[in-house]
């Protein structure tokens, strides 16, 4: 089982979609969660972090379940410039100094007029 | 102002050449990193530094030789360069916390695509 796993995408939807992404990952001693957006030929940008209780930004909702080890994101009313390839990012802290942050594949979104 | 800078942004050179890429942030974080993105699109780690101390090390071919000087400066050497090194290594750092309640997210550089002919 691969250490986070995504939708593998890409999504092709109309401008005011709601689309969801779902990622799961395979270590569950994970403690951060993240979902990063990538635009084409540049860096990865943080989006949001992922909260036990869930955690809404505008128009995106992150949830986050534990005991399925499995994490969402939901974008609503999508505009065209949501159109991005999304990853979802799991953090572990394995003490003295060592964070690792792993990332999925990322799913490929675009917002068609 | 910027916070994770890395240079240079693009590099194109031959087969066997030695070449560095430098990154420095302004951030204060005590850990930084090192990423490749291959033709997939796929991030995977390369190194980690903790306050100049290597701390995580993945299965990467010793041609590539991480050096930090000091822990707002992560540096990239890569000797003998192939044609399958060609990819975007992104740098990033971070804040780790041993409280897990706290989410310490990457902040990256804007990468450097390295081209090997």
């Known amino acids: 089982r691969k250490e986070v796993e995504q939708d593998p995408g890409p999504f092709n939807v109309p401008e005011g979609a709601t689309v969801a992404f779902n990622c799961t990952y395979s270590?569950?001693?994970?403690?951060?969660f993240f979902w990063y957006r990538q635009d084409c030929r540049k860096e990865p940008k943080l989006l949001m972090s992922?909260?036990?209780s869930g955690n809404e930004d505008g128009r995106f909702t992150a949830q986050l379940n534990r005991a399925s080890q499995y994490i969402s994101l939901l974008i609503r009313d999508s505009k065209l410039s949501d159109s991005a390839t999304y990853l979802c990012?799991?953090?572990?802290?394995?003490?003295?100094?060592?964070?690792?942050?792993?990332f999925g594949k990322g799913t490929k979104l675009s917002v068609i007029p | 102002d910027t916070a994770v800078s890395q240079t240079p942004k693009y590099l194109v050179t031959q087969m066997g050449n030695d070449k560095s890429i430098k990154c420095e942030q302004n951030?204060?974080?005590?850990?930084m990193y090192w990423y490749k993105q291959d033709s997939k699109k796929f991030l995977k780690i390369m190194f980690s530094?903790?306050?100049?101390?290597?701390?995580i090390n993945e299965t990467v071919p010793n041609r590539f030789s991480p050096k930090s000087p000091d822990k707002a400066h992560l540096n990239l050497h890569i000797n003998s360069l192939e044609l399958g090194d060609s990819a975007v290594y992104f740098c990033?750092?971070?804040?780790?916390?041993?409280?897990?309640?706290?989410?310490?997210?990457?902040?990256f550089g804007n990468g450097t695509r390295l081209t090997v002919t």
């Open positions: 990033a750092s971070s804040q780790p916390s041993r409280s897990s309640s706290y989410n310490s997210p990457l902040h």
């Open positions: 270590n569950s001693a994970s403690q951060s």
């Open positions: 992922v909260y036990s």
């Open positions: 990012v799991v953090g572990l802290y394995s003490g003295a100094g060592s964070y690792q942050l792993t």
């Open positions: 951030l204060g974080h005590d850990t």
């Open positions: 530094y903790n306050n100049k101390e290597l701390i």
